[in-house]
């Protein structure tokens, strides 16, 4: 049987082994969903590469501590949400959201794992207000709607109380309605 047929599980551990064609597999499955969450969160094609890599890197040197209470995609995705949000507080800018393309179409794979349309003149829409909006606010409602992270990720992922994330992801959702005009 050849490694693309393999479920993840058959592929995890043959990377526990340093199985590299295994290793490929996984970083081909997952590669497009990681990047399109990182350049989300980091606002540069460049950049969430690097954090993409690096994400990939630190979930194979670490696989040992998988332990499979949740998906591996979403395992891994919240290396990357966490490489990501660090890479973006070290390069301290803000960059627009349209000098960049988000890749794919929609679509969830086996793992719950979402990629956002970029066609839709909705979602363009919306997402074109939520680059106005403080950086802050623009992260936080990413995580929460787009990344679909509930308040308490949110508080681990950002380091933050629960009470000041209730109130950060309500501030965001009023500004964000005020310039939707809601």
Not at 50 to 59: G, Y
């Amino acid at each position: 049987m050849s490694l693309t047929k393999l479920p993840v599980e058959n592929l995890l551990e043959l990377c526990l082994q340093k199985n590299n064609l295994a290793q490929l597999e996984i970083y081909n499955r997952y590669e497009r969903a990681m990047f399109n969450t990182s350049v989300r969160i980091v606002k540069d094609k460049a950049l969430a590469e690097d954090v993409m890599q690096e994400s990939f890197l630190t979930a194979f040197n670490k696989l040992e501590t998988f332990k499979g209470t949740a998906t591996f995609g979403a395992w891994l995705k919240r290396i990357v949400v966490n490489n990501s949000i660090s890479a973006y507080h070290k390069s301290n800018k803000y960059v627009p959201l349209d000098e960049y393309s988000i890749k794919g179409e929609m679509y969830s794979d086996e793992d719950g794992i979402a990629e956002i349309s970029n066609k839709s003149p909705k979602v363009q829409h919306l997402l074109k207000i939520m680059k106005t909006l403080h950086p802050k606010y623009d992260q936080v409602l990413t995580l929460h709607f787009i990344e679909g992270f509930d308040y308490e990720e949110i508080c681990d992922i950002l380091n933050i109380t629960n009470a000041n994330c209730r109130t950060m992801i309500s501030r965001a959702k009023e500004s964000l309605r005020k310039k939707l005009n809601l």
